[in-house]
């Protein structure tokens, strides 16, 4: 009986929050209701007004490409888009490509012209999730990206300005 009264105890404790706001602003798509995740809403806003490149860490689930589009609709850059890519998803090769475009013949198939994510993201957020799924030479070229502010597509000599706030995961 006493280890059933434990257990009572314990589950009437997982199933209070520590915190209920009550006047808040809950930012859509985000449930907020224990203390540490305001906190999280919180810092996430104040970041928002600085525009630097951001990293969001957190368990698989736990809603950082939802962190991601708070710091970008409450920036100055919420009206341009927000570009989520899956680095983990697509392979190295095809990852350059898909991330920094590509010139007309750069490889078999590319029959035109394409701009990547970065030049798609530009004047808003390019979110890239599962950052760390990525290869040490594709994070090299990525820093390049973030410190230079310009990409080079595959199979081109020049280099193109990006105007994006990166935010990963």
């Known amino acids: 009986t006493s280890l059933k009264q ?7 404790q997982t199933l209070t929050p520590t915190a209920t706001p009550v006047t808040r602003d809950v930012p859509s798509g985000l449930v907020a209701n224990s203390a540490a995740m305001w906190k ?5 806003r104040r970041v928002a007004k600085v525009d630097a490149t951001v990293l969001i860490t957190g368990e698989s689930g736990s809603g950082k490409e939802r962190v991601a589009k708070l710091i970008h609709d409450s920036s100055t850059r919420a009206k341009g888009p927000f570009v989520a890519v899956n680095c983990g998803a697509v392979t190295e090769t095809l990852l350059e490509s ?7 013949g750069a490889f ?6 394409r ?11 390019l979110f890239l999730d599962e950052i760390g799924e990525v290869s040490p030479t594709m994070q090299v070229k990525l820093l390049r990206v973030l410190q230079e502010r310009e990409v ?6 020049r280099t193109r300005a990006v105007d994006v706030r990166v935010v990963a995961a």
């Not at 078999?108 to 012209?113: I, Y």
């Not at 701009?115 to 957020?125: D, I, K, L, R």
Request: charged share 30%; glycine share 16%.
């Open 115 to 125: 701009a990547g994510y970065f030049e798609s993201a530009a004047g808003g957020t």
């Open 40 to 44: 999280v809403v919180e810092v996430a």
């Open 108 to 113: 078999t198939g590319a029959s035109s012209d």
């Open 152 to 157: 080079r597509r595959v199979g081109e000599n």
């Open 6 to 12: 434990a257990e009572s105890r314990g589950r009437r």
């Open 98 to 104: 898909e991330l920094f475009g590509h010139a007309r």
